[in-house]
């Protein structure tokens, strides 16, 4: 059976009058009662309809009898009700104006209606006929609605009441009348004889008569405002132990803390934060006036937060007489008034804060300490200016939990973002600059820190060999965290050290394998447990002259290249086991590398991800590297674009790219040297000769010394055969000797009485470096002359 709505619309004259004053709605009823149609009064002002002048409509309700002119000539005196409407969806308000024309009079004696007046009832009853317009009302409901009955009497409760709530409890009129079964109803309103709102449980059954014939509604309201605010302060505790503390972030966290607050406790809520020491990195433990505190976060019903002074990110000093420091001061919560003139002093210093609260109406505020840990951190302001009602002490118990609550994930967040940030100091301070150029490769890096994680060990380098090779080298230190990046600067100066005396690939893994278990014991033997710490590491060597690159790797993603005329393809390096399981064998992978052969080494915060397939991201890998670019530079910032998410990794990404270069022939020359001394003399005239065709002749003399000490030693101290070979590059000639003598010379300083080690102390003064290094076949003596630079100064000898 479809509900229709028994609703007699003439015995209510009903009008509606726009925010300018004029009529926009008059329905049967005003026609009955003064006379005019609609079409002779919509538009035009209503105070041309009253006698003498129109009152003045404000607030959210007005009631009271008015002279009112009908169309025949004569005035009409009438009660009015009228109530101030917003439309759901924004815009202007308009006032609702309403009175009863019929007057149900009284029922014969044993009527239903008249018996279930109840009028010494202790709840707000009252009862509507099956018109569903109100018969009567007892005391406690008159007291509810703030007006007599014998005014309201044959109104809609949705008349009555004028509100969105009114007319969801006149709905639920109409059901109990048309379907005889009780119901109950919760609802918050103000209805009118209270200064707040309240919430009400409204109890509606039916009305009968001796034949069980539904002749009306009773309906009896409770007033369960304690039980509904006890419930809506658990409700929003719970839900900012939820909500508050979601990142690591200080900002996120304040924000977070606005937003449940808004508008459940206040209209307008802002965090602001005393800014850290810049020696200790807490806030300072002296609150001095004035107060100065940086504002983090603000929340509020309006849109865009229009009533907010301060910007976001903005300092601002506060004097004794704000809010803020008020409660700072005293280490507690105030709750303060406009009216009552708490702000009066602090008002008058700032005209814009002053003409703010007169805009909006503010009329309380609450301040709250931010306390964590014995620190106090900032401040939370809390403002009302659309809810009437001003801050209660249950208000206070609410704010300061929500606020303490809050108060332990900002200082958290605080404390990881101090940390992380002392992390990333450290890790930046720990990575190299700048990559340095050099003759073998063309290379350009990126390093991204996890977002959410904190820094963590990820590490890169490039390296310059002897004989103009370069070592390429991209390591992962297992965890996060200070000591995770102190791990890693102890990692990349061994990895330098180890490299300088140019051990082979395989071999520099073992001996870094062996310094990782040291420090895990170290680690555990601090900690009272068996160490925990681990690394993985990939160690490439180019040499530029022969164009061979030999790589091993501990447990890493094997390095991709991309050759100059195909495809980009992985590496096939043996995987190694993991840095720090100590005993295991590395193996080295040796390949001829094309002239433009790009190499992609990377940890694996590039490709690893819980949103995604790790095979999938190799293949978007491999797709980047592919597309043409103009540098190394563009194609870095195009893999980690195509990769990585926008909003934030979850681990440490490192990428090295390197572009390989190849020597060409003629810069590179090489002599058998036979055992005998007498022939050091035609040796260095051969070196004259290819340095005056490199057009290198002032670099003949030092040269001509630094082969002939050379040689002479290895003839001395080496063992056949002896090779002697010339590299040439733009700003460096390198000579090196390499004999089958395994032999390893060490430094020593040569004293006035000594008879030998002169010889390499002289070379050591000519060149910019020197050393030796082991081959499979025995070991080489090297030394660096600078082209463009006067040679070093230093002293020793290798013997």
């Known amino acids: 059976m479809s509900l229709g709505y028994p609703f007699d619309e003439a015995a209510t004259a009903r009008a509606v009058i726009a925010e300018d004053g004029t009529l926009t709605a008059w329905n049967e009823g005003a026609h009955r009662l003064l006379g005019w149609s609609a079409d002779d009064v919509l538009g035009r002002p209503a105070a041309e309809l009253v006698e003498g002048t129109a009152p003045q409509l404000r607030g959210t309700r007005w009631d009271g009898t008015l002279t009112l002119r009908h169309r025949d000539g004569p005035t009409v005196s009438v009660w009015l009700l009228a109530h101030h409407q917003w439309p759901p969806e924004g815009g202007a308000g308009h006032w609702l104006v309403v009175t009863p024309l019929d007057s149900p009079g009284r029922r014969p004696p044993g009527d239903p209606l008249e018996q279930s007046a109840l009028a010494q009832a202790p709840c707000a009853v009252a009862v509507y006929d099956e018109r569903l317009r109100l018969h009567s009302v007892n005391d406690a409901m008159a007291r509810t609605l703030g007006l007599p009955q014998e005014r309201i009497q044959g109104l809609r409760l949705s008349e009555i009441g004028g509100k969105p709530q009114s007319e969801e409890l006149e709905e639920n009129l109409l059901q109990v009348l048309t379907s005889g079964r009780p119901r109950d109803v919760q609802t918050y309103l103000r209805a009118g004889g209270e200064e707040h709102a309240h919430a009400w449980l409204a109890r509606m059954t039916a009305v009968t008569d001796s034949a069980g014939q539904v002749r009306g509604v009773c309906m009896a309201a409770h007033d369960v405002s304690d039980s509904h605010l006890a419930r809506e302060r658990l409700q929003l505790v719970n839900q900012a132990s939820v909500r508050i503390g979601s990142t690591l972030d200080v900002t996120r966290t304040a924000q977070e803390l606005a937003e449940v607050c808004v508008p459940a406790l206040a209209d307008f809520v802002s965090v602001d934060l005393l800014d850290a020491d810049e020696q200790s990195g807490d806030p300072p433990a002296r609150i001095a006036v004035p107060v100065g505190l940086r504002r983090i976060a603000h929340q509020s019903v309006n849109p865009g937060s229009p009533e907010a002074v301060v910007k976001q990110g903005e300092f601002d000093f506060y004097p004794a007489t704000s809010p803020q420091a008020d409660s700072l001061v005293a280490g507690r919560t105030t709750v303060v008034s406009v009216s009552g003139g708490d702000l009066e002093q602090w008002l008058a210093r700032s005209r814009e804060r002053r003409e703010r609260v007169r805009e909006y109406g503010i009329h309380s505020t609450m301040s709250v300490p931010i306390r964590a840990r014995g620190t106090t951190l900032g401040v939370v302001v809390f403002s009302r200016f659309r809810r009437p009602e001003p801050f209660t002490d249950d208000d206070v118990l609410l704010a300061e939990e929500i606020t303490a609550r809050a108060a332990v994930c900002i200082d958290n967040a605080r404390r990881f973002s101090r940390?992380?940030?002392?992390?990333?100091?450290?890790?930046?301070?720990l990575l190299p600059r700048r990559l340095p150029r050099t003759a073998a490769v063309a290379a350009a890096s990126r390093y991204l820190p996890a977002a959410r994680a904190g820094v963590g060990g990820d590490w890169f380098d490039v390296i310059p060999l002897s004989g103009m090779r370069v070592a390429m080298v991209v390591g992962d230190v297992v965890g996060h965290g200070v000591q995770a990046s102190a791990t890693m600067g102890r990692l990349r100066t061994a990895v330098r050290t180890l490299a300088d005396i140019d051990l082979a690939p395989d071999e520099l893994l073992t001996h870094l394998d062996d310094l990782v278990v040291?420090?895990?014991?170290?680690?555990?033997?601090?900690?009272?447990?068996?160490?925990?710490?681990?690394?993985?590491?990939?160690y490439a060597v180019y040499d530029p002259v022969s164009r061979r690159c030999t790589v091993a790797r501990a447990g890493h993603p094997a390095p991709l290249m991309l050759p100059p005329d195909g495809p980009p393809c992985e590496m096939e390096v043996p995987a190694g086991p993991p840095l720090g399981l100590g005993g295991l064998p590395f193996e080295c992978s040796e390949l001829y590398l094309a002239e433009g052969t790009v190499l992609a080494f990377y940890t694996d915060g590039l490709i690893w991800s819980q949103d995604r397939d790790e095979e999938a991201a190799r293949t978007t890998l491999r797709a980047a590297l592919a597309q043409h670019a103009q540098s190394l530079d563009e194609t870095c910032d195009r893999v980690l674009a195509s990769l990585l998410p926008p909003s934030g990794i979850a681990d440490d990404v490192a990428l090295l790219l390197a572009a390989t270069r190849g020597l060409p022939a003629d810069r590179v020359a090489t002599w058998d040297i036979p055992a005998d001394p007498a022939l050091v003399s035609p040796i260095r005239k051969q070196v004259v000769e290819q340095l005056a065709t490199w057009r290198l002749d002032e670099a003949s003399f030092t040269a001509e010394l630094v082969v002939s000490e050379l040689v002479t030693n290895a003839i001395r101290y080496g063992a056949r055969p002896i090779r002697l070979r010339l590299i040439h590059d733009t700003d460096t000639l390198i000579c090196e000797v390499s004999d089958t003598n395994h032999t390893a010379p060490h430094l020593r300083r040569?004293?006035?009485?000594?008879?030998?080690?002169?010889?390499?102390?002289?070379?050591?003064?000519?060149?910019?470096?020197?050393?030796?290094?082991?081959?499979?076949d025995g070991k080489t003596i090297w030394a660096e002359l600078g082209l463009l630079e006067e040679p070093g100064q230093r002293g020793g000898a290798w013997e």
Request: charged letters at 25%; hydrophobic letters at 35%.
């Open 750 to 776: 040569a004293k006035t009485w000594d008879e030998g080690g002169r010889g390499l102390l002289l070379v050591a003064q000519l060149t910019q470096r020197w050393g030796s290094r082991h081959t499979a």
């Open 419 to 429: 940390e992380r940030e002392t992390a990333l100091a450290l890790q930046r301070s």
């Open 518 to 538: 040291r420090l895990a014991q170290e680690n555990g033997s601090e900690a009272g447990r068996p160490g925990e710490l681990g690394a993985t590491c990939v």
